[in-house]
């Protein structure tokens, strides 16, 4: 099947061509991140953007293929989430206002350096905000996992010192139960639907703030996230497909395997601890960011800003590519090894249960 | 243990051939698709996102009702 061209300013952009090892990449790369996705409560783009730009796909088409793809699989999961109670929407709506500014502030920065700096240029933007966002929650989580158990209150003194900060506006939030600035809330509206528009990864910075910095409940934090995810979604979706770059064969094809891996990561939440979880995490996360560090002195190159020589770039490139199949698979692997472990100890237990007639 | 119900066999089968036949129709059909989807106007922006919708919901409710009937059903 031929890739298609899209005519942009200055640029002609080429959708990469499914043959059917690509599509087999693509269901692939869907499945682990879906998998990843259920099991850590993730939209599973920190593994799919880098995967499709691994695979060949534009930075941009990968970040506006996913958020097309976050937003069919957020306006699915809403109805069930909206009928637990954990949205709370003056909240979510006080909220989407600023996130929709992100979002589009992120679209136009995007398509400028896509205009400006072509393919390579697009693909260094987006590579170095994965690189600082993914170390840093690696970091965070790992800091998190190996912090002593008596010290794993300081979030909340953070929530509190926040909330005694008064600047007008202030709003109480009923479902959450919170007295915040109206600032504070546009601020964490605005990071999210940015980093959502240029990388295609929002909650992974709005649920850690609206919990950690806004001091909101974590159910009511996930749910109200996943509000929010219709909206960035749905928006930045538009703007990059009112541009031609949502390409819907990728999309459909991360579903095949997406929709399969999320049900078996969330089901395998139900078997494992919250550090397994946390664990998982750090690897899979850290492996990402790790693996576009790698990509960096490729798209250097590239735009002729250093000069690394063809063997030198090509082994990284390869480094990348391994890194983050590698860290993903690892990822998956160890959810696999959980589940085993837990049906066997589950199979033990009822053995024993049965033999002493409990 | 839990209250919900499983989905029935022939509601899933449905879902699946949906499912399917949505996939063939688009991957058959995909340059002349294509060319609409990437017209760079709102009405196919519009229609390109409807159609993720209706994949994610077919193909979503197949896969959720599947996995329902083999005992891996999930609040997802």
Request: charged letters at 10%; a positive charge; aromatic letters at 10%.
């Amino acid at each position: 099947m031929a890739g298609e061209t899209v005519n942009l300013v200055g640029e002609v952009m080429k959708f990469v061509d499914i043959t059917p090892g690509t599509a087999l990449c693509m269901a692939g790369l869907g499945f682990m991140g879906g998998m990843l996705s259920g099991f850590i409560g993730s939209g599973g783009a920190f593994i799919m953007t880098p995967g499709m730009m691994s695979l060949g796909v534009p930075g941009i088409a990968a970040v506006s293929t996913n958020l097309a793809h976050k937003f069919g699989k957020a306006i699915v999961g809403a109805r069930k989430h909206a009928k637990m109670g954990n949205v709370d929407a003056r909240l979510g709506v006080c909220m989407v206002i600023f996130l929709l500014l992100g979002v589009q502030l992120a679209v136009y920065l995007n398509e400028y350096i896509f205009a400006t700096l072509g393919k390579a240029g697009s693909n260094l933007y987006i590579s170095i905000v994965f690189v600082i966002l993914l170390s840093g929650l690696a970091l965070f989580i790992l800091r998190d996992i190996f912090r002593p158990q008596e010290r794993k209150t300081p979030s909340q003194s953070l929530a509190e010192k926040i909330s005694r900060v008064n600047i007008p506006p202030m709003i109480y939030f009923k479902v959450a139960n919170v007295r915040v600035s109206l600032w504070l809330v546009a601020l964490i509206g605005m990071a999210t639907g940015w980093l959502a528009g240029t990388v295609g990864v929002g909650g992974f910075i709005g649920v850690p703030a609206m919990i950690y910095v806004l001091g909101i409940p974590t159910m009511v934090a996930a749910g109200t996230e996943l509000f929010l995810a219709i909206f960035s979604g749905a928006s930045g979706a538009f703007q990059y497909a009112l541009n031609g770059f949502v390409d819907i064969r990728l999309v459909l094809l991360l579903y095949v395997g997406s929709l399969v891996g999320l049900q078996i990561g969330a089901n395998a939440t139900k078997m494992v601890s919250e550090l397994q979880v946390k664990f998982v995490m750090a690897v899979v996360i850290g492996m990402s960011a790790v693996s576009r560090g790698f990509a960096i002195p490729k798209y250097l190159s590239d735009l002729q800003v250093t000069s690394f020589s063809t063997g030198i770039t090509s082994l990284l490139d390869g480094a990348a590519t391994v890194t983050l199949y590698g860290g993903a698979g690892i990822g998956v692997l160890m959810i696999i090894g959980y589940i085993i472990r837990y049906k066997r100890e589950h199979r033990v237990t009822a053995r024993y249960s049965q033999s002493t007639g409990h | 243990m839990c209250g919900k119900t499983k989905p029935s066999l022939w509601q899933t089968i449905l879902f699946l051939f949906l499912a399917i036949g949505a996939y063939l129709v688009i991957f058959f059909n995909i340059e002349q698709l294509n060319q609409f989807y990437l017209s760079k106007a709102v009405i196919p922006a519009v229609c390109l996102l409807g159609t993720v919708i209706c994949i994610a919901f077919l193909y979503g409710s197949a896969i959720s009702n599947l996995l329902s009937l083999v005992g891996l059903e999930s609040d997802h």
